[in-house]
């Protein structure tokens, strides 16, 4: 119980430590993510014998918050806190010469206390909460220079995409809550169309924070955080919560749920790819890589495998944590990571260049690095499922565009295109040469765990009792897709295989906005549809107008010459003519008129409310509530 | 008289203290002692409805403690805005902070 709750506890005070002892940050929030990582291997070990516990607090009454603990979350534990323990150190030497560094560690120690929280929370209160904190903290990390506007807005940008999507989240909770009478994730689902409602919300919430289709556009922009954010953030914590999500709700969901999970992520493996593919920057290239790598794990859980899923969760943190921190190095000696200006970059330092390839090559699934062991889990289990006839050829998809991009970026670092064309995304540049020690320290170890990972399937399988789907199937499939992909995107120049494609791969497939994209756009074209109608009504009666004054006018031609006595009757007809263009003038567009006066005198009078005057408003509402008492009061009594 | 209505009767003077002063000052800090009365006296009501009509429940209790947290916080944010306030302008004086005006 006590080593349960070091686990987040422990980064938990580094974070309050950090604040008041500014100068030994660093070292605290190592140390906090270090105390984590041994308490949730100790609570590894003692799981190990099929031991699992839950541990429940009331808090009020019929409101308890518990925590799980079961193989499963521990092992995520780990895999947290050793990510996490060497991003930090990493940091130690990246953020040497910074300014911030206090609120920087600080921010990431309450980064990992949240992300620990969520991992062990057994029920969807604490739940919540964790996920609340990590969306501040991930806000306060991304912005974490705050005086650059890019940062600023990517800060913001990925708190409202992800807090909109949040709305699902909580509705779902309170079905499932309503439905099954308790906050407890164990609690069985009664089924039905609240569960499916209840799956269906949760999804859009994990997809959001998962930098799923088509919410994926807030990811690449929350690259103007500083490198070890984007390695913490990519890798065990912010997006890793998402496929958390379904992870835990999976037992809930309905196979028809499933299959759309399986889709959602099949769908962003390929888009994400194609975008990574035609991406002018590393950091962009690799944070739709991200999307994409979280889509094979939602399309393995869509295909019904957890352990496919989880597995290549934890490959895929050592991975991508390694690929981030060595783009950091890069970073640091070129000053940006627009592919142009680092062509050539990985000649410069090659023990970042080593750890990069290494991650790299594991994350396209080649023998024996760690991704090829998970890659062929996702496929196995997308082969074994009942939806295989789409699943399959997504997942191989995805598969194959990974080889492609990581192959594009290890030729551009090594010798480098002539030209790339595209526009500069590249970061400003790092002012310190300090520190170059502990970067490679963090570096070569998540490195070394990016490579052996794979190593782990077996015991890891022992341990938590799953089984991982396998076959000579998806091994066959999966090293196809990696060696055509690696040979397709090292010999051909693959931003211009896209053709056409490409100006949209480069922004990410543009329904990536997807606030932009379903809710401003669908609204702007309704207010122009009903200006629209408005303008046709009010030709429709300017031209009976006209058409009358000009039947009017040959009549009145033709009459004068004939007789003068059917000029009574022109003049008639002209009379109507005139009044219908007076009952236009005098009647539509005074209405109108009237209309914007009447609602800008209401907004002047309501303006003069707002005197700003504190008192005054004092004023108000002491008179506003002696009405309302007196309303109540009538009411009750009278 | 019953010491409940003794006490709603201190806790009515009270609120009619704070509600005056609130409304008569102009400076910030003044308000703000008025607001604090008026949240003292709603907090003895708590405190002898509790006392003298449910003295069973001890969720008055707790209800009291949250009553109070809320109190402090919102005293700390007032206090903070003041103290802004007379580092940007000199003055907490609400007579002259018009710039919110609509």
């Known amino acids: 119980m006590t080593a349960t709750l070091v686990v987040f506890l422990a980064p938990l005070a580094a974070a309050v430590l950090s604040v008041l002892f500014g100068r030994v940050a660093a070292w605290l929030a190592a140390s906090g993510a270090l105390a984590s990582g041994v308490a949730a291997a100790a609570i590894l070990a003692r799981t190990a014998s099929g031991e699992s516990w839950e541990a429940s607090v009331e808090w009020l009454p019929g409101l308890s918050v518990s925590l799980s603990v079961t193989t499963l979350t521990a092992l995520l534990g780990v895999t947290v806190a050793t990510v996490a323990f060497f991003v930090l150190v990493y940091a130690v030497g990246y953020m040497a010469g910074e300014t911030e560094r206090t609120r920087f560690f600080a921010s990431m120690s309450l980064f990992l206390a949240a992300m620990q929280a969520l991992v062990l929370s057994g029920d969807w209160l604490s739940f919540l909460v964790a996920w609340e904190v990590m969306a501040l903290a991930s806000y306060l990390l991304i912005g974490h220079w705050h005086e650059r506007g890019d940062a600023r807005d990517a800060a913001s940008r990925a708190f409202v995409t992800t807090r909109t999507a949040d709305i699902g989240l909580y509705i779902a909770v309170f079905l499932l809550a309503s439905t099954t009478g308790t906050t407890s994730m164990a609690a069985a689902a009664p089924g039905g169309p609240a569960t499916a409602l209840a799956g269906l919300l949760l999804l859009v919430a994990a997809a959001t924070k998962a930098a799923q289709v088509p919410f994926q556009g807030w990811l690449a922009a929350a690259m103007a955080g500083p490198t070890p954010v984007s390695a913490l953030l990519h890798s065990a914590t912010l997006v890793a919560a998402g496929v958390l999500l379904m992870v835990r709700a999976f037992p809930l969901l309905p196979p028809g749920v499933l299959l759309v999970v399986g889709l959602v992520g099949g769908i962003t493996t390929v888009v994400a790819g194609l975008t990574a593919v035609a991406q002018p920057d590393l950091k962009r290239l690799l944070a739709a890589s991200t999307s994409s790598q979280l889509g094979l794990m939602l399309l393995a859980l869509g295909a019904g495998s957890v352990a496919a899923a989880v597995f290549h969760l934890i490959a895929h943190a050592a991975m991508k944590s390694t690929l981030f921190l060595a783009t950091g190095v890069f970073q640091r000696d070129r000053g940006s990571t627009a592919f142009r200006d680092l062509l050539g970059a990985g000649r410069d330092s090659r023990p970042a260049y080593l750890a990069f390839a290494v991650a790299g090559l594991a994350l396209a699934g080649v023998p024996p690095l760690s991704g090829f062991w998970s890659k062929d889990a996702v496929l196995a289990a997308a082969l074994a499922s009942a939806d295989a006839w789409i699943l399959v050829p997504l997942g191989f998809a995805g598969s194959l565009l990974t080889g492609t991009y990581v192959a594009r970026a290890l030729r551009l670092l090594w010798r480098g295109e002539t030209v790339v064309p595209g526009p500069r995304g590249g970061q400003a540049g790092i002012r310190s040469d300090a520190g170059g020690v502990w970067m490679r320290a963090g570096l070569l170890a998540l490195g070394a765990g990016a490579a052996a990972v794979g190593l782990l399937a077996r015991p890891l399988e022992e341990l938590t009792a799953m089984t991982l789907p396998g076959g000579w199937g998806a091994v066959a499939m999966g090293l196809a897709a990696a060696a055509l992909g690696l040979m397709g995107g090292w010999l051909l120049p693959a931003r211009r295989l896209l053709g056409g494609l490409l100006p949209w791969a480069e922004r990410g497939f543009v329904v990536g906005g997807g606030l932009a994209a379903f809710i401003v756009r669908p609204v702007q074209r309704l207010a122009m ?93 002491v008179a506003g509530f002696a009405a309302l008492a007196l309303i109540v009061t009538l009411v009750v009594f009278v | 008289m019953s010491v409940l209505l003794t006490g709603q009767l201190v ?19 003044m308000i703000m002692m008025g607001v604090e009365l008026m949240l003292g006296a709603a907090m003895l009501n708590v405190v002898f409805f509790w006392r003298y009509l449910h003295p069973e429940m001890y969720s008055g209790q707790m209800f009291m403690l949250v009553l109070m947290t809320v109190m402090a916080v919102e005293m700390a944010v007032g206090f903070g805005v003041a103290t802004a306030r007379f580092r940007a302008k000199g003055s907490v004086e609400m007579e002259e902070a018009g710039e919110l005006r609509g």
């Not at chain 1, 009358?548 to 109507?576: K, N, W, Y």
């Open chain 1, 529 to 621: 549809a009903i200006g629209g109608f408005d303008r046709s009504l009010h030709s429709l009666v300017g031209g009976a107008a006209r058409f009358a004054l000009a039947l009017a006018a040959r009549v009145s031609a033709v009459d004068v010459r004939l007789h003068r006595g059917v000029e009574g009757a022109a003049d008639g007809a002209l009379s109507v003519a005139r009044l219908v263009q007076a009952s236009d003038r005098d009647g539509i567009d005074a209405l109108i008129a009237a209309l914007a006066r009447g609602t800008r005198e209401l907004g002047r009078a309501g303006r003069r409310l707002q005197s700003g005057l504190v008192h005054r408003y004092l004023a108000l509402t």
């Open chain 2, 11 to 29: 806790a009515a003077v009270l609120f009619g203290v704070g509600l005056y002063g609130a409304l008569s000052q102009t400076n910030l800090v």
